[in-house]
């Protein structure tokens, strides 16, 4: 009875251990959010991910480009030192009206998986202004999930689908130790 007990608590913290494995430092939330039309330019991009970042040279960054592929940004992102889930990079202040992609890459400091992904906005003070998605993952972030259609940041590393791997993780974690736990209970003492 005591193996089976140690089976299935090994069989949990290996399912758990294995399903951070496939966690990332993705974009939880964003400033100015995607796919947001400013009037005014920006003067940063800032990405709160939803892990702490390595801090490992030229792994963690964001680079911004106009709508004819040049990058704007002349400097590498900073990793925050008072929280290293947040990345930013400054912006020219000159900056001209037009849709800008945000490239980000990061690398998790909690498992050393790599990730990368792509996000926008657009500067145009003659548009109505939206302030875009700016809560990406409420749902790594201690909030609510997102509401229907909400749009989520594009992965490149396929890190999206993590929220699904850890939910049936969960699941089947709980099944095994609760059909331990079930099995102890059932059984005979001698």
Known sequence: MRRLAAIALTAGVFIATWTLAFAHAEPARVKPGDGAVLNTPPTQVEITMSQEMAREAGQNDIAVFDAAGKQVTVVAAVIDNGDRRKLSVPLPSN??????????????????????GTLSFTYDPAR?????????RPDLLGKSTP?????????????????????????????????GGTFILIQKRP
Do not use: C
Not at 95 to 116: C, E, H, I, Q, R
Not at 128 to 136: A, K, M, N, Q, Y
Not at 148 to 174: M, Q, R, Y
């Open 147 to 179: 509401a229907a259609g909400a749009a989520a940041p594009a992965l490149d590393s396929g890190g999206g689908g993590t929220s699904w791997v850890l939910v049936v993780a969960v699941a089947v974690a709980a099944l095994v130790i609760g059909g």
């Open 128 to 136: 109505s202004p939206s302030p875009g998605t700016e809560d990406l």
């Open 95 to 116: 900056l001209p009206p037009g849709a800008y992609t945000v490239k980000w890459k990061t690398l998790s400091a909690d498992d050393g998986d790599a990730a990368s």
